[in-house]
């Protein structure tokens, strides 16, 4: 998947915003409570997209060699794609939209509600 397309999936999830910060880094938030990132620093650390998983997922992309633990942030469950194209783009789809849900699910109902999510 290239950059823009990331990008372009990220932001049309509920509720998303895109922040830039730390060293050209875009953040993608619900919330405000990250769930992915791109560009900037992670591609210093070696190219790809960070985002949040499950313990499960965490575990599979791992062990399949498709990510890594995403350096500064891999105790709580995020991965580093090895690359831009190591998952098909409906796959990789399907990732974001689970990190996206797990940040989700982690706000309170206030929040939820007002974010149209609740």
């Known amino acids: 998947?290239?950059?823009?397309?990331?990008?372009?999936?990220?932001l049309s999830l509920p509720a998303t915003t895109?922040?830039?910060?730390?060293?050209?880094t875009s953040v993608f938030k619900?919330?405000?409570?990250?769930?992915?990132?791109?560009?900037g620093f992670v591609e210093r650390l070696g190219g790809g997209f960070m985002f949040k998983t499950?313990?499960?997922?965490?575990?599979?992309?791992?062990e399949q060699g498709l990510a890594?633990?995403?350096p500064y942030l891999a105790r709580a469950k995020w991965?580093?794609?090895v690359g831009?194209?190591?998952?098909?783009?409906?796959?990789?789809?399907a990732y974001l939209d689970q990190a996206h849900a797990l940040i989700a699910a982690r706000?309170?109902?206030k929040s939820r509600k007002a974010l149209g999510l609740a």
Not at 54 to 62: F, K, T, V
């Open 1 to 10: 998947m290239s950059p823009k397309a990331f990008e372009k999936h990220c």
């Open 18 to 24: 895109k922040v830039v910060q730390w060293e050209g």
């Open 30 to 39: 619900v919330g405000g409570k990250m769930f992915a990132l791109g560009g």
């Open 54 to 62: 499950s313990n499960m997922a965490y575990q599979l992309l791992i």
């Open 68 to 70: 890594q633990p995403a």
């Open 79 to 81: 991965v580093q794609l």
């Open 84 to 93: 831009n194209n190591v998952l098909p783009d409906a796959e990789l789809k």
């Open 107 to 109: 706000l309170t109902r």
